[in-house]
């Protein structure tokens, strides 16, 4: 029988678990899902310098490999476990070698398949995930379709659209009238570990996909998976409280960045009662300096998060 697996890295998100574990059971209809819990020690971008002092901050006291939160997480898997009886929902702390970039660590994370006690057979589905990525049902036929098609080592990528701050807004320089879509993977047919690991390890690649370089630009769009119409919701900056704040404790910039980006984000509370853009980054004077206020119908896990409006 064939398999279907999601499995992804994770640190400090039991605010999405909540509503994501049901999302992808009844989308993407797994038979498997598998959180493997880490912090990556140059984190998710390989620029950050994590001490003592961070890991007080955001790291869970008796074990500095794991967010702040993991209790919540593990609660959260548990009574989703009892609750879903035809799907194995797998928790596992994860430890990386320092010297490993974001994308080793990505790698490694969702190809654990042996330490999450699960055999990968060629023809097996999987997806390697984010934890803040949902679908709509709506995307679902086109899925089991391009599912139906795909062959052992060959795998298909969506259109990704990053909310930010509410359900309202977007990077007005991804949207697709500028030409500029973000694509990446989102389901590989199993067939040699050699392919899996070439596709995953483009993680870190969707920050450089703006080069003027022709040759880098095609490449760095996971060229070797097959394009799709499927939409990937991902709501990488819905976030509040402790949430938000380590969201920028994780990805340096200057202070005068998040500064801005703070204000945006207060700015698009009340802006899309107006429909309006809202400016994100003054200091650039191309599309990446607005926000886009756009209207789309969303998963309905995602409606029972505090940032929806």
Known sequence: ??????????FGDAHFFKLQIPNIIRTLKPTH????????PTGPETNLQITEEWKKKWCYPDDNRLAFDTEETQKIISDFNNSYSDVEIKWLPTEFDKSWNASECYSYSVSRFEDFDIEVNEGDIIFPYEPDMFHHEEHMDILEDELSKLKPNESIKSYWIDFIGNQYYTENGHWPEYGNPRERKLAIKFGTMDYYKSVIIQFESQRFYRKKSKKRKESQRYPMCKRTDIVTYHYCWFKKGPYLDLRYDLIPRNERYWLDWGNALVEMETAWKDKRDVVLRPSHNNLHRFVKYVELDHPREIKEHECWV
């Not at 899902?33 to 990556?40: D, M, N, V």
């Open 1 to 10: 029988m064939e398999k279907r697996i999601v499995i992804m890295a994770s």
């Open 33 to 40: 899902i598998c959180i493997s819990e880490g912090l990556f």
